[in-house]
């Protein structure tokens, strides 16, 4: 099944039609693996027009999965009360629609490349270093700390699924530039306060 299949199976029709528990997602999910689980809590975040209210809760979630990736865990464990929460994705038809459009377009570009950098331990622990720092920065309640480290995770991870290296390293990439933009905004914030925010913004989009 593909990926963008998997997340409609998932999200299409939630509990009560309304939301889903993320047990829910684990028991639904046809691969029981950490690169589903980071693509599935990181694509709301993700999306070029990203989903209000997921980063700070999903970040934690993938903070606890980038943790158990760099010890060396081979299947994924969450806690009962974060198996337990409800997401309310499935009340939104549109994001979901979004959703499934942004995956269907990047399956055109996973294939299996330079599977070699999972199998080594500094690499793949380098990798999930990288989404502990990304999901880190996704909690920052804070504008523009959440959707450029979220798709770093979210290519990280399909590159886990496919053993796509190239994807991961992209999203590697990705992620440092989150993480440049995060601090960016966090030292603005120390300096000018919320207008520093708007600075930041404003140079983004003059370099656009």
Not at 25 to 32: H, T
Not at 74 to 94: A, F, M, N, S, T
């Amino acid at each position: 099944m593909k990926l963008s299949e998997n997340v409609t199976s998932i999200f299409a029709a939630g509990e009560d039609g309304a939301v889903v528990s993320v047990q829910t997602i684990l028991d639904r999910v046809s691969v029981k693996g950490f690169g589903i689980l980071l693509v599935i809590f990181a694509i709301p975040s993700a999306m070029p027009l990203p989903a209000p209210g997921y980063s700070t809760p999903f970040g934690f979630i993938l903070v606890l999965l980038g943790v158990q990736l760099f010890k060396g865990r081979e299947y994924p464990w969450l806690p009962q009360k974060v198996l337990d929460r409800k997401v309310g994705i499935g009340e939104k038809p549109r994001l979901i629609k979004t959703m499934i459009f942004f995956l269907r377009i990047l399956e055109f570009f996973i294939r299996p490349r330079l599977g070699f950098m999972f199998n080594n331990t500094l690499a793949f622990r380098f990798l999930a270093t990288i989404v502990i720092l990304c999901a880190g920065s996704m909690i920052i309640p804070i504008p523009l700390t959440n959707t450029t480290p979220a798709f770093g995770i979210f290519l990280i991870g399909l590159g886990m699924l496919e053993e796509d290296g190239l994807m991961s390293i992209g999203g590697v990439l990705a992620s440092l530039v989150g993480l440049a933009l995060s601090a960016t905004v966090l030292i603005a914030l120390v300096f000018f306060g919320w207008e520093g925010i708007e600075l930041v913004r404003d140079a983004i989009k003059s370099i656009l």
